[in-house]
């Protein structure tokens, strides 16, 4: 009787874990700054974030820097009209506004606003600093901090140039998930050190196909950016590609749909 009771204890947890993971949408589009370009919205902006969760894009992308007082806040452009971001305090970027009346998100914010949902994923670029690789570091472990202190794990994958601020973050918490975009190390390096996937220019895929399938055999992710072109598109998903980070996810879901 006990053995029957744990059975289906286990067949409980486990139907509970499927779900929570399979809730997200898989149509492999991922929102590049969010979705901001059709609607006019500043890219970055929690509202461009928004509009992709009404879209229904798998992931919505978005780039953090870090303040010279460690605030981390979500803004592509090392500056923010003209005020260097690592340089500056998140008191003094608050005196600048967004186009559409936002201020510039903090990555908390950007965190809650996200988790209200759960179909959209997080993909959380954390950017090299102009200042030193201990600060990329840094903004990796921050990073990965600041999405546990929310519980926000299961929303956010993360991706970045920086090598270092990929290890940093992998070894802060194992289970991170590191795509790595800067083309430099081959499917098996990345497999190697811990990361979970690649993110590559497309004309880098284009000189070595073969590494989406490498990757796939390694159990790596694949995506590729930014994509606004439909043969891209198109070529992206002969190639058996997992995800595409695009300017244009209106275009791309459409053709997704088109070809079902
Ligand atoms: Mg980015």
Do not use: C
């Amino acid at each position: 009787m006990q053995n029957i009771i744990f059975f289906f204890l286990l067949m409980t947890i486990f139907t509970q874990t499927s779900l929570a993971q399979s809730s997200f949408i898989q149509n492999k589009v991922i929102a590049h700054r969010g979705a901001w370009k059709a609607q006019g919205l500043p890219q970055n902006s929690i509202a461009s974030l928004r509009e992709a969760i009404r879209l229904g894009t798998e992931g919505s992308e978005f780039d953090v820097w870090m303040t010279a007082d460690e605030v981390l806040v979500v803004n592509h452009d090392h500056e923010l009209q003209g005020m260097d971001i690592e340089t500056s305090t998140y008191e003094q970027l608050l005196t600048k506004t967004l186009s559409n009346g936002e201020k510039i998100p903090t990555l908390k914010a950007y965190l809650t606003e996200g988790k209200t949902q759960k179909s959209t994923k997080l993909i959380l670029e954390f950017k090299p600093s102009q200042i030193s690789v201990a600060r990329s570091e840094r903004v990796g472990e921050l990073a990965v901090k600041t999405v546990q202190e929310l519980g926000a794990q299961s929303w956010v994958e993360y991706i970045t140039f920086s090598y270092e601020g990929g290890l940093k973050a992998i070894a802060t918490d194992p289970k991170t998930k590191v795509a790595y975009l800067n083309g430099d190390k081959s499917p098996q390096q990345l497999k190697e050190a811990g990361f979970y996937g690649f993110d590559y220019h497309i004309s880098l895929l284009r000189r070595m196909p073969q590494w989406i399938a490498e990757a796939k055999d390694l159990g790596l992710t694949t995506n590729s950016w930014t994509i606004n072109l439909e043969e891209d598109m198109l070529w992206l998903l002969e190639q058996g590609i997992d995800f595409i980070t695009t300017d244009e996810p209106e275009k791309l879901l459409s053709l997704i749909q088109s070809k079902k």
